[in-house]
């Protein structure tokens, strides 16, 4: 990402290898360093023009860290003792979140919980530093985000936490998963237990033959639910990676305001938020290729009036494809569908919302409301 501080034109420096180039020409001015350990690289600062430069949760030695602020150098340093980075420069693994699940703690003992228990921890005291750090951490995912979604057709999946694995519902949505994988789109989902995680595990097999698919769902519809063990939902996903490796790309967008929801362990790259709010409108507003509402609850009702909203006055572009699966969820047991098409009425969102019976016919629909 690239912008100007003044006359100095901005450079985010994100990993060693970028630090090491700038560093080579002579100049870090203007740039923006985001959670490097530079510890290892006192010398280069020493003599490296670093005037303007914002050093965000980078490490490097006292003799360093004292040159580049009088250089002219702008530092936040870590903060320790915390549980997360809120200046991470990339979204977490699946690895980085249950760190640590096979150890004596089990989950609780992860980064995932821990970070959990310091939200609601800090949240109740009102401090406003916890809530800058919150604050920092989602807007530097949200950049995270954008960069390595940029040029990518993204399609959302949405649909509700209890959803058990073994289910005929599971097995649908990990099924619908892997056919827009394979047809060329990125799945992201709400990063979740239930149907979010059943379409991230099918992207994560997209690139395997449909066995593999079913031997994964027999495996994990032994622990078919995240209560009463994280750790063992957990566990049963890490052995379904671990079987069969290098899955397919992802997106999840979880959050800790749902903090007995854990972030499933299929989606590779997951950006879990504090803010709700902010992960909401942060993974419709980058559904371009359209958005699937499996049967939900409240939240997937939420999710499917903040796209329509979206659509309704234009405010993310050309309306995006809405695709409602489930037919008798969606007009008599929750009957969104009816005030979904009276609001669109005669806008341009009507031609771009649709309800079908099954997974199976969301390709289709959503070729048809496409633009193009």
């Keep these: ?164 694995r073994g289910s005929l519902a599971y097995a649908g949505a990990a099924r619908l998963g892997r056919d827009l994988a394979r047809s060329g789109l990125t799945v992201a989902t709400g990063g979740g237990p239930g149907a979010m995680e059943a379409a991230n595990l099918g992207a994560y097999g997209a690139p395997y033959d449909d066995v593999m698919l ?38 999840g967008l979880p959050t800790w305001f749902y903090g007995h929801e854990p972030p499933n362990p299929f989606a590779s790259h997951i950006a879990k938020f504090f803010a709700n709010a902010t992960r909401e409108d942060g993974l419709l507003s980058r559904c371009d290729a359209g958005v699937v509402f499996l049967p939900g609850a409240a939240g997937t009702v939420q999710e499917v009036f903040d796209a329509a909203t979206a659509n309704y006055y234009g405010s993310r572009g050309e309306p995006a494809p809405m695709v409602l699966v489930d037919r008798a969820h969606w007009t008599t047991t929750l009957p969104v569908w009816p005030l979904l098409t009276a609001l669109a009425g005669q806008r341009p969102m009507a031609d771009r919302i649709a309800l079908v019976d099954s997974v199976r016919d969301v390709p289709a629909a959503l070729a048809r409301l496409s633009w193009g």
């Design 1 to 164: 990402m690239a912008g100007t501080a003044g006359s100095v034109p901005i450079r985010e420096i994100r990993s060693l290898e970028e630090f090491d180039r700038a560093a080579l020409g002579g100049s870090l001015a203007g740039c923006r360093l985001q959670a490097l350990d530079l510890t290892e690289r006192t010398f280069a600062l020493l003599v490296v023009d670093s005037s303007r430069a914002v050093f965000l949760g980078c490490r490097m030695e006292p003799q360093a860290l004292a040159h580049i602020r009088a250089g002219g150098a702008l530092v936040f340093p870590p903060i320790p003792g915390l549980p997360f980075d809120p200046y991470r420069a990339a979204p977490y693994t699946p690895d980085e979140l249950y760190a640590g699940l096979g150890d004596g703690d089990g989950y609780p003992g992860t980064p995932d919980a821990l970070t959990y228990a310091w939200s609601r921890r800090t949240g109740a005291d009102g401090d406003v530093l916890s809530s800058m750090l919150r604050s920092v951490h989602d807007d530097a995912l949200s950049d995270a985000l954008d960069e390595l979604m940029r040029g990518a057709r993204v399609v959302g999946v949405m649909g509700g936490h209890a959803m058990e």
């Design 214 to 251: 079913v031997k994964a769902l027999d495996v994990l519809a032994k622990v078919p639910a995240f209560a009463p063990s994280v750790g063992e939902w957990a566990a049963a996903a890490m052995a379904v990676r671990d079987r069969w490796p290098d899955g397919g790309p992802s997106y």
